[in-house]
């Protein structure tokens, strides 16, 4: 009898940007659910190193990380050897989650910050994506989940490249979506509303800057405004549904774009 606690048994998954916020949710859900999980981002070695014996030990799977930098395509594509050879196996599943966010008005948004947005939240996942799918179509499984948001459906001021990058994600899963269904392979987007992580966190203040209005009123004003329930989202709410996707219960949704989104985009 298959364990149905720990659905991902024996599976091997890489979750890109998870040192942080959304990204560590996944990778503990992914691993209490039975995965090794392959961990990426930046952050302190030693506090990495510390992070990754806990969750394993927690988990009783492997749990290993690679620093690669989601700006360089040969890195983003060197992360699949290094996983199998740090995990012990082939890669089932990507979850492309890394992801910078910057606020400001089109004609004031600094260059680099486009390029770094859509190089991070936007051409990583191509890249990602493009180094997994060999392996996975030709073991005929295969689990690819995108972090996009709620920005990837429906747009707002003042955040021209990290709507873009957004919309390209979805885009793109649909499009991965279409090209690997019959190789048992799915890939998907979430699209979180807003979740408490240092990446809201940070905007805040630069959300305040651009508005012209303080802390409190941009949470209540600009933050959560758009969302039909008055809530963050939690990081582990996000890591059920991406074990529920890579899981037995996941296998018919292919190329979906599904809000989290407490009814932001219901509107
Ligand atoms: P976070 O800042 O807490 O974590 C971001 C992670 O990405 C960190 O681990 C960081 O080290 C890593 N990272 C950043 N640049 C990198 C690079 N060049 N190479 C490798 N790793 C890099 O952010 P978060 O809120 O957890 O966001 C995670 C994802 O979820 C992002 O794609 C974000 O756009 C998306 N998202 C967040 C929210 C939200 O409200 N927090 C809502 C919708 C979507």
């Not at 806990?54 to 492997?62: M, P, S």
């Not at 360089?72 to 196996?89: D, N, R, S, W």
């Not at 001021?157 to 709507?163: L, N, Q, R, T």
């Amino acid at each position: 009898m298959p364990d149905t606690s720990r659905p991902l048994a024996a599976r091997n998954a890489i979750v890109t940007g998870s040192t942080s916020g959304i990204g560590l949710g996944i990778a503990r859900a992914l691993a209490d659910a039975g995965a090794n999980v392959l961990l990426n981002g930046f952050g302190d070695p030693q506090q990495i190193a510390a992070l990754a014996a806990e969750i394993a030990d927690q988990a009783k799977v492997r749990v290993a990380h690679c620093p690669a930098d989601m700006t360089k395509p040969a890195e983003i594509a060197g992360m699949v050897p290094f996983a199998e050879q740090t995990l012990g196996g082939a890669v089932d599943i990507l979850v492309n989650n890394a992801g910078i966010q910057y606020v400001a008005p089109i004609e004031e948004f600094p260059i680099e910050k486009w390029d770094a947005i859509l190089a991070i939240n936007l051409s990583a996942v191509f890249h990602g994506t493009r180094a997994v799918l060999p392996g996975m179509k030709a073991r005929k499984w295969g689990r690819i989940v995108n972090i996009a948001s709620a920005h990837g459906l429906v747009a707002s001021p003042f955040k021209s490249a990290y709507v873009a990058a957004k919309h390209g994600v979805v885009g793109l899963t649909r499009t991965t979506a279409l090209e690997v269904a019959e190789f048992g392979v799915t890939a998907n987007a979430i699209c979180p509303g807003y979740v408490w992580t240092p990446l809201v966190e940070k905007q805040i203040d630069e959300q305040a800057k651009a508005h012209g209005i303080d802390r409190e009123r941009v949470i209540r004003e600009v933050v959560l405004a758009p969302q039909a329930a008055k809530r963050f989202t939690t990081v582990e709410e996000l890591g059920a549904l991406a074990v529920l996707l890579c899981g037995p219960a996941g296998q018919s949704f292919n190329g979906a774009a599904l809000p989290v989104d407490n009814g932001w985009t219901a509107r």
